[in-house]
């Protein structure tokens, strides 16, 4: 056996990724296996039958360079060890070649095996890799791979993530998931971000764009297959907390930023506002009824034809003049920009000639799809880097130009599936989840080159790894207006936030136009009023007012829709107080928030938290897909069903729980049944915490003062606030509170950035 210490890879790197040798790169009879470090708690693992690939650097979404200190590397009658103070990894010594036997001839693997296992400090086994496939296929006529491993499993063992998935499940164990971006999976748009979290305290990062097929936990073992590669690589991730995991998915990936204050606000928008005067209309509605806003959208078909890459004078005579009302308002602009661009467009020539579209195999630029009616437009190779750079200065001169402060990036999965087609990097099949990350980067790249000043923000429908790192707000993409699709949202956003991006939500009251429907129930808002609807569907003013409750309490709240009309008081009398009352909710809690999204930009840990997040050791929350955790304090139990004035909801064990509706302290670990009639959904606070209240403002461009510091006792505890002015890159201000228990006595360690007095405003419950 042959052992190849600290090998230095030839040749440029590949991605944006550093270059940097593994530890070692080890033979197993023909089976290389490099082993290259990231932290003592991160390591990187490459099989191939090729030397080069095993040595090659990691792939696209990676930014993290290697980083062997702490780690040794010693070899015993075991195998190859690589050892740090987190964790160690033992790359076994394998059977030496022999003579097949009559079973082997038919059935054995030409491979030759390697097996691994990863093991914790005090030497219990956290993940044991016991085998990996190498098969050789053509793809889209590429003489190629499919890829894969296979790792043991416990029987007790749950698994979280792997982007988003809306088949209404949030454990992944014994399960098929098929991750590929595809707008048309049956129960909602599936997006991949091949980054795995099991209840073990480990985490998989797949390093492999391609379709990936991954069955966590069925018969025994956790299997990855990827449709197109030359070589397995993953990484590990230890940690005896989560949040520990998602720091190390930060570390490799890139940091969550912090978005504009505007995004934790209301976004208001529609498909679609035909002109500048109905836009308008609706942000004076909201202005002369009292409610806050921060954000109005203009989506697609602004334009005067797509890819044009401009506006429509006749239904926007004044954009300029449009933004400077809005922005005297106290509102800011978002504006939908798609990467499609017909051949009638004035850039499609010019792109084509360049070869910066999608193209077959003959570079033909592939026009629309061959299938759901929608035939017309070729795709922006964002693979690309001088297309996206000349895609960036289009938007900036001819949209953003014209005063609008952020854009919504759509199709980015991309809707014209590249399978079969060719992008400037190779294959649309070796490459299908890349493009999202490459897209969205373009345009984070260039708003901090041309904006350096300004926060940026991406609305944002799909992602891959690293794809937090570009200011992205993901949402669930064209879901329908239904309760079932309502009930669906809940695990697919844990699921998705589970995967390491953390701002996720959902178009308030499904985008698909509101279909004819009789209630099972009778409904409990009365649709008087209501022109969001036709009178087919009398009980979409409660469905909209369950979904807004819900959205309320997840990281971003925007209103969408294809419907006649998206405006809170377009729902019916009935429903507009319940809804104000919310959307009130909403502005007293963004203190809470921004300081929560400013922890997440720190640490990578996502503030919409599944429960197996925060309390993995209570058995019985492993599973539980329809509430979560908003931030630390907060536990949300979403009503997803018609007619329901209540429902079945679980309080951890290991600390007491406060209602936020009635302050009544209930203990942990049981199931409740939670009072929930229409004007309120279940929420408790956990005890020994502290909330930060604010004061009602029209939009975060209004300087927000703290109405009261709401603690609610039973623990110790701390809670960083922070502030800034929301739009600017300038460093704000934080300030830690502290609650002692025993003493009652909230202290600061600095002024708190509003500069008022933390034990004037103290609230005890």
Known sequence: MKIIVL??????????????????????????????????????????TDRGEADKPAGYGMIAPADAAGWGHSVDASGDVFASPALTLTVATGPAPHAPSQMERYFAPSLPPVSLTVKGPDGHTILAMTGWDLAPHTVNGEKTFQVGASFATSPDEHFYGLGQNQEGKLDLRDRTIDCRHWYDAPAGEQVCVPFMVSSKGYAVLWDNPSPTVVTPGLNGRTHWQSEVGERVSFFVVTGTTTDALYAGYAKLTGATPLPPKAAFGLIQSKARYETQAELMAVADGYRKRGLPLDVMVLD?????????????????????????????????????????????????????????????????????LDFRSDRAGALIDSTNPDAR???????????????????????????????????????GDRHHNLFPLLHTQGVAEGSAKDRPSFRNLILCRAAYLGAQRNGCLFWSSDVQASWDALRRQVPAGLGFTASGMAYWSSDTGGWQAPAAHVPEHPPLLDPAGATAMGTDDPDYPELFTRWFEYNSLTPTLRVHGQRPATALWDYGAAALPILEQFLRLRYALIPYLYAAGYETSRTGAPFMRALFMDFGKDPAVATIGDEYMLGHAFLVAPVTEQGATSRKVYLPAGTDWYDWWTNAKIAGGQWITAQAPIDRIPLYVRAGSIVPIGA????????????????????DTRFTLYDDDG???????????????????????????????????????
Not at 397 to 403: M, V
């Open 7 to 48: 090998a230095l890879l030839a040749g440029a790197c590949w991605t944006d990724a550093a270059c940097a040798a593994p530890l070692a790169t080890v033979d197993r009879y023909g089976s290389y296996v490099s082993v290259e470090p990231y932290a003592p708690n991160i390591v990187r693992v490459t099989i191939a």
């Open 727 to 765: 739009v600017s890159k300038s460093p704000g201000h934080n300030s830690t509170l502290i609650w002692d228990d025993a003493a009652a006595r909230l202290t600061a360690t600095a002024p708190l950035p509003t500069r008022q007095d933390a034990q004037q405003l103290l609230h005890r419950m």
């Open 300 to 368: 697609w078909f602004y334009w005067t034809r797509m890819g044009q890459l401009d506006i429509d004078r006749g239904a926007f005579p004044d954009p300029a003049g449009m933004n400077r009302q809005l922005h005297d308002m106290g509102l800011h602009s978002l504006i939908s920009v798609w990467p499609r661009f017909e051949k009638e467009s004035r850039y499609y020539d010019m792109l084509a000639a360049k070869g910066w579209l999608m193209h077959d195999a003959d570079g033909k630029p592939v026009d629309g």
């Open 696 to 715: 009602q403002v029209p939009s975060t461009m209004t300087r927000q003062p703290l109405k009261e510091i709401r603690v609610y006792p039973g623990a």
């Open 389 to 427: 750079a000349w895609y960036w200065g289009k938007i900036r001169d001819n949209i953003l130009s014209q005063g609008f402060d952020w854009l919504w990036l759509d199709e980015t999965e991309p809707d014209l599936v590249p399978d079969g087609s060719f992008y400037a990097i190779g294959s």
